[in-house]
């Protein structure tokens, strides 16, 4: 789903209302948007959210539209496909940088805005990676593309962990006021000088994975908070990672947890089975 400026609300139908639309008609059309997207992504993915998974990203879309209407309002040009093609790693392979963004065009201003799913504090705790990514943006939209530019930022849709705490207490008056607290908007600035060193360290992983380098980090970079927030890398990336369940690092990360949901994970791991389904295990598996 997208939000474009003058009141335009786009899914697969497009509704244009007048400016005197209400808000709760809006947040009305966003729960049945929401609804329609994760039926079409249940039908597409062969899996479904649980209830509390579900209330929870239906807050936060709610919380998002009513955090940041004025710039969805005047949003001009949504989800912009920008494509930088033709760079080369340092090993010589040909590859494209493509990213997407949000333009507001307004009073002669040009504002570029990069969504991003993380929060606001880790956001600001590693401002130059994202600094590099929407510099490299920022570079195709001026000097490719020969577009006006004043300002970049990131948008951080992650909700702060207080305004959960209001939303779960279900509590409307502290939910105002963790709202209005609540900076999602985090202003980048633009420096033309790092475009060249971002491409190339883009160029650097994909030589490695063309060449098959998929190493994991090691343990102790999983048992590291990461800058910004009080979560390890593990909880807060492998946790999202599907691969985790065959993943050394993190297979010695769940060994040594002593606490989190990891620590259950032990038994499973070193579960190989009796005699008889090992056996079992390895006919099938010569048999296969
Ligand atoms: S679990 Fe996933 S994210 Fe974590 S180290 Fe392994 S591959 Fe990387």
Redesign the pocket.
């Known amino acids: 789903m997208t939000i474009q400026t003058d009141m335009t609300i786009q899914t697969d139908m497009t509704i244009q209302t007048a400016m005197t639309i209400q808000t709760d008609d809006i947040e009305q059309r966003l729960n049945e948007f929401f609804e329609e997207n994760l039926a079409a992504l249940a039908l597409e993915m062969g899996h479904s959210l649980s209830p509390e998974v579900r209330e929870t990203a239906r807050q936060q879309v709610l919380m998002y539209w009513r955090k940041l209407r004025h710039i969805a309002e005047r949003i001009t040009d949504t989800e912009v496909r920008l494509s930088l093609p033709q760079q080369r790693t340092p090993k010589g392979r040909i590859f494209t940088i493509e990213g997407i963004v949000d333009i507001v065009r307004k009073d002669e201003r040009v504002v570029m805005y990069d969504i991003k799913t993380h929060d606001t504090a880790a956001i600001k705790a590693n401002i130059e990676e994202y600094e590099r990514q929407l510099n490299v943006y920022a570079h195709i939209w001026q000097n490719l593309r020969g577009q006006r530019l004043d300002e970049t930022a990131v948008i951080c849709t992650q909700l702060p962990e207080t305004l959960k705490q209001a939303i779960a207490a279900g509590d409307e008056r502290r939910i105002a006021y963790e709202l209005e607290r609540w900076e999602p908007v985090i202003p980048i600035p633009f420096e033309p000088e790092h475009v060249a060193e971002t491409v190339r360290a883009f160029g650097e992983v994909v030589d490695q994975i063309e060449e098959g380098c998929f190493a994991?980090?090691d343990l102790a970079t999983?048992q590291n908070r990461l800058a910004g927030t009080t979560r390890t890398f593990?909880s807060e990336?492998?946790r999202r990672?599907d691969?985790?369940f065959s993943?050394s690092?993190?297979r010695a990360y769940a060994h040594a947890a002593s606490q989190g949901v990891e620590r259950r994970f032990r038994e499973y791991f070193d579960d190989f089975g009796d005699d008889t389904e090992q056996a079992e295990h390895l006919v099938t598996g010569l048999t296969d």
Request: net charge positive; hydrophobic share 25%; with cysteine.
């Open positions: 994991p980090p999983l593990a990336i492998c990672c691969t985790r993943c690092s993190y």
